[in-house]
């Protein structure tokens, strides 16, 4: 008696013996580290960069993509005895005013710690060639209460006086929305 497998039956266990494992390596080495900016120019060093008056302009978006309020920051930035300061002030196109002051603790020139108000716990700077990532969990107001949603921050320096920044909310893993902004020194 002859077995005869199907082609839907094959594909099956092609999809689950092969094709999703292959799959799921390929997603677990796509990860974009810090690391794979070390050879860019110019070199960012956040002491150098965040000194003196800067300006931000961006936009926040929706978890579709979609821009759902814009904003400026006026940001002072100063270091001392290895701490660095950074005074944001935002002002949003509805009217809303927010602050946020920044304090980086330098561990050495490749890694910070930053606390913020709104900030839970700290966040971790890593720096590398033109680039700097920071991840924090950050507690916004939602309706009459908060949550707290998780930033993985992207910086990369364009030119000596610009930096590009995005960033993506999340929360229970899932996007929420995202930051894009730049900033430069006045």
Do not use: H
Request: charged content about 25%; overall charge negative; aromatic content about 12%.
């Amino acid at each position: 008696m002859a077995i005869r497998v199907s082609n839907q039956n094959s594909y099956k266990y092609f999809f689950r013996a092969f094709l999703f494992p292959a799959l799921i390596s390929l997603g677990s080495c796509s990860g974009i580290s810090v690391e794979d900016y070390s050879a860019l120019q110019p070199n960012l060093v956040m002491e150098e960069f965040f000194d003196g008056d800067l300006v931000a302009y961006g936009v926040v978006k929706d978890w579709r993509g979609r821009v759902i309020r814009r904003f400026s920051a006026d940001i002072i930035a100063y270091w001392d005895n290895g701490t660095g300061t950074l005074e944001e002030d935002f002002l949003f196109d509805d009217g809303e005013q927010q602050r946020r002051v920044w304090k980086l603790q330098t561990n050495n020139s490749q890694s910070y710690t930053g606390t913020a108000g709104d900030v839970v716990g700290s966040g971790e700077v890593r720096i590398a060639g033109n680039s700097a990532f920071l991840d924090y969990i950050l507690r916004i107001p939602y309706g009459d209460d908060t949550i707290d949603v998780r930033i993985d921050d992207r910086m990369y320096l364009v030119t000596p006086e610009v930096i590009i920044n995005e960033s993506s909310l999340r929360k229970f893993g899932f996007k929420v929305g995202e930051l894009v902004l730049v900033i430069q020194q006045v």
